[in-house]
């Protein structure tokens, strides 16, 4: 693809691949970009680790987030929301003197809190994958093409605000629409991949051929 011809919010990367331009050249993001963003996903602990990540994103950038993931995952038992939620005192103060996660009271309650309603939720609809994927939007409630313009017009969708408010209804904390919008392109829910970018096709296909649970 010429200079002349790369659409807004597409990068051309060292590889020569076309990609969203968010991931900034960076070799970290870039992988986080290719490998992981976007792919469906019906796992409930990754579900559970990324709502769980982007709540601590809030107010800070997802570059932040990311190269402390593995922090975070030791510090949560590894997002088992099971485990999680039977944490205590004495583990958000171990948490507060970890200087590799976010040292946020807040959030760190909140991520004990979302992990016990996780257990409801679980115990209601069979899984976090049933429950998340039962609000799949639609192709009407889509853009008809997927621009870097459409993205940034739309940090939050209707979809994400009547999840946020469900959540929220069941006891969730941390949970606001731009929050769940953000892990709704995460985790595949949309594919918010724009238009020229080198992984849009492969992340359509893959959600083809996803079995919704």
Same mark, same amino acid.
């Given at each position: ?34 490998? $992981? %963003? ?31 993931? $593995? ?21 958000? $103060? ?38 998340? %994927?039962?609000h799949e939007p ?56 724009? $238009? ?18």
């Amino acid at each position: 693809m010429t200079n002349q011809a790369i659409p807004r919010g597409i990068m051309t990367g060292s590889d020569g691949g076309d990609r969203c331009a968010w991931h900034g050249g960076l070799e970290d993001y870039q992988l986080y970009h290719d490998e $992981e %963003w976007g792919l469906p996903m019906a796992n409930d602990i990754r579900l559970f680790e990324k709502i769980c990540l982007e709540g601590f994103q809030s107010g800070l950038s997802w570059l932040t987030i990311l190269r402390k993931r $593995e922090a975070f995952c030791a510090a949560f038992a590894g997002f088992d929301f099971d485990v999680v939620a039977g944490f205590g005192d004495a583990d958000i $103060e171990r948490c507060l003197a970890d200087k590799g996660i976010v040292r946020h009271r807040g959030k760190i309650v909140s991520t004990i809190n979302n992990a016990r309603r996780a257990q409801e939720l679980k115990a209601e609809f069979g899984s976090l994958a049933r429950y998340f %994927w039962s609000h799949e939007p639609s192709a009407s409630e889509r853009p008809a093409i997927v621009t870097s313009e459409a993205i940034a017009a739309n940090p939050t969708t209707p979809v994400s605000v009547r999840i946020s408010k469900d959540l929220k209804k069941r006891g969730w904390t941390f949970v606001g629409p731009t929050t769940v919008y953000a892990f709704m392109q995460a985790m595949g829910l949309v594919n918010d991949h724009i $238009e020229g970018c080198m992984c849009r096709g492969r992340i359509e296909d893959m959600r083809r051929n996803f079995v919704r649970p």
